[in-house]
């Protein structure tokens, strides 16, 4: 069974809630990230099936590649938070946090 907003939902997410850990709220919020840097969300679809099934199978557009003045680092942390696969995805908050801190030149 998947729980959640179909918009926002990680890979693992779509095929087995029973899998989800705190990673999938990592990849909810690139989604956001996405949606407020390109204007668009990362996946569309016509019904809940199909934007689930965007979600876990289909590669994501680079932000960069929508808005032209996404800097490719921004780019990178997104497409990062967003990777299908959930070891390849910043493994906590604390971590996407103290990389964009790092980028936007913030430190503690």
Known sequence: IALGTPAYMSPEQCRDAATVDHRADVYSLGCTLYVLVTGR????????????????????????QIVARVPKELSAVIQRMMAKNREDRF??????????????????
């Open 41 to 64: 969300p990362p996946f569309e679809g016509t019904t809940a099936v199909e934007l689930m099934s965007k979600h876990a199978y289909d590669p994501l557009v680079p932000p960069e």
């Open 91 to 108: 493994q906590s908050m604390g971590e996407v946090i103290r990389t964009l801190e790092g980028w936007l030149g913030v430190h503690h």
